[in-house]
């Protein structure tokens, strides 16, 4: 299937997903994953009007954005070392993936250095799992809270990677956990936050993650196909 069909099937479920949820469809954004995938994809899913991606590696942003000069907004869904922090503010749009306090510091320099208020994530591991990164449950909510204060640094809501399963409805209570802490937190008003998003959802279950509240979701392989880790 080519990407223009494969992004009309997803945008169908979206849709679908929407209207069980008894949600507007303009709550969901779709971030389109284009990790390990050439620039001539990137194009191809622009010209099926998308704007928003996501990558999850600083050195691919870095070599995405310097070939590709329209506007677009760029998220850094991925693993983040506090040491390539300072590549991407001006670069990106959002961070999924702050679960470090030396992390969140490192982007309140970096977003300070620039002068800009730099949108994050903060990345909670629902289920636990080893291979992993992310907040635990219990420990993500006091963190959010201690890096409200930041002034370079917005908290706007929670993100999570469910595991990898076959049936997508196993992934439906951390979801659901995941949107429950999101109300609690955008309900505290903490000042410096602005708590209104909720990044889960892969291609695997995104549309359970809508039905749960989703307001990204994260797509990848739905639209551009398998990735080929072999030539990176
Ligand atoms: C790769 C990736 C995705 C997309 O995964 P698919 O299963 O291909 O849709 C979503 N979120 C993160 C953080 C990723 O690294």
Same mark, same amino acid.
């Given at each position: 299937?080519? +990407?223009?069909?494969?992004?009309?099937?997803?945008?169908?479920?979206?849709?679908?997903?929407?209207?069980?949820?008894?949600?507007?469809?303009?709550?969901?954004? =779709?971030?389109?994953?284009?990790?390990?995938?050439?620039? *001539?994809?990137?194009?191809?899913?622009?010209?099926?009007?998308?704007?928003?991606?996501?990558?999850?590696?600083?050195?691919?942003?870095?070599?995405?954005?310097?070939?590709?000069?329209?506007?677009?907004?760029?998220?850094?869904?991925?693993?983040?070392?506090?040491?390539?922090?300072?590549?991407?503010?001006?670069?990106?749009?959002? +961070?999924?993936?702050?679960?470090?306090? *030396?992390?969140?510091?490192?982007?309140?320099?970096?977003?300070?250095?620039?002068? =800009?208020?730099?949108?994050?994530?903060?990345?909670?591991?629902?289920?636990?799992?080893?291979?992993?990164?992310?907040?635990?449950?219990?420990?993500?909510?006091?963190?959010?809270?201690?890096?409200?204060?930041?002034?370079?640094?917005?908290?706007?809501?929670?993100?999570? +990677?469910?595991?990898?399963?076959?049936?997508?409805?196993?992934?439906?209570?951390?979801?659901?956990?995941? /949107?429950?802490?999101?109300?609690?937190?955008?309900?505290?008003? +903490?000042?410096?936050?602005?708590?209104?998003?909720? *990044?889960?959802?892969?291609?695997?279950?995104?549309?359970?993650?809508?039905?749960?509240?989703?307001?990204?979701?994260?797509?990848?392989?739905?639209?551009?196909?398998? /990735?080929?880790?072999?030539?990176?």
């Amino acid at each position: 299937m080519s +990407i223009r069909e494969n992004l009309l099937e997803v945008e169908e479920k979206i849709q679908k997903a929407c209207e069980r949820a008894g949600r507007d469809r303009s709550e969901v954004t =779709l971030i389109a994953v284009s990790k390990t995938k050439p620039v *001539s994809d990137i194009r191809q899913a622009m010209d099926c009007g998308i704007k928003v991606f996501g990558e999850n590696k600083v050195q691919e942003i870095r070599d995405k954005t310097e070939e590709i000069k329209e506007p677009l907004d760029w998220h850094m869904i991925g693993h983040l070392q506090t040491n390539k922090v300072k590549y991407l503010p001006g670069k990106v749009c959002m +961070i999924h993936s702050v679960d470090k306090m *030396s992390l969140a510091e490192e982007i309140e320099k970096q977003a300070a250095k620039h002068d =800009l208020v730099m949108d994050v994530l903060c990345e909670v591991n629902m289920a636990g799992e080893d291979s992993k990164f992310g907040l635990t449950p219990e420990e993500a909510p006091d963190f959010v809270r201690s890096i409200a204060a930041f002034p370079h640094v917005r908290v706007r809501g929670l993100m999570t +990677i469910a595991p990898y399963t076959d049936d997508p409805e196993t992934n439906r209570e951390y979801f659901r956990k995941l /949107r429950e802490m999101k109300d609690m937190l955008s309900a505290e008003n +903490i000042p410096g936050t602005q708590i209104d998003t909720l *990044s889960m959802g892969m291609t695997g279950d995104y549309e359970v993650a809508i039905e749960e509240g989703a307001t990204f979701v994260r797509v990848g392989t739905g639209i551009f196909g398998e /990735r080929n880790y072999g030539i990176s």
